[in-house]
């Protein structure tokens, strides 16, 4: 793993490296914490050590999380899921993103929800139908009408048009 590479190169051994976070066993001193964000920087990471920046960043790592890879396990609303992940209200977990984000966690799985369906249109693997059960809607016109209140397009015009762009996970 590349974070890890980073660490160890500096000669700070994590106890675990895992999707967004970092255990250490020890604190460390300001000016490692200098060099390592410099570090990371480099290789196109960040270091994010507040509080709300890391329930922030743990949201959307479970939202990204749910759409890339297990979005119809999803048998809750949302909300739920994320309190009961998070161990959090989820009232308090909106309010912080919305001030934060400036948009609200709905808009921000949407938006998540909406460029997967986009990868799945050009990959052309898959039916609108599909699609739609793969990503837990609850018809293709669900689908189809989030999409177009989305991009201003429908799926079917999506597909015709190769020449729109993905945005990356990290520009949403």
Do not use: C, W
């Amino acid at each position: 793993m590349v974070v890890r590479s980073v660490f160890e190169n500096m000669g700070i051994n994590p106890i675990a490296v895992e999707l967004g976070e970092v255990e250490l066993e020890n604190d460390i001193q300001e000016s490692q914490k200098q060099e390592l964000l410099k570090n990371l920087r480099a290789i196109g990471f960040d270091l994010i050590d507040d509080k709300k920046s890391k329930t922030i960043d743990r949201i959307k790592t479970l939202i990204i999380d749910l759409v890339q890879n297990k979005n119809n396990d999803l048998k809750s609303n949302l909300s739920d899921y994320l309190a009961q992940q998070l161990h959090q209200d989820y009232n308090t977990l909106s309010n912080l993103f919305s001030e934060v984000e400036n948009t609200t966690i709905e808009k921000y799985f949407i938006n998540q929800k909406v460029e997967k369906i986009k990868e799945l249109i050009i990959y052309d693997e898959l039916s609108l139908s599909e699609i739609a059960y793969s990503l837990n809607y609850s018809s293709v016109s669900h689908l189809s009408n989030q999409f177009k209140k989305a991009t201003g397009f429908s799926p079917t015009y999506f597909k015709n048009l190769k020449s729109i762009k993905r945005k990356q996970i990290e520009d949403l």
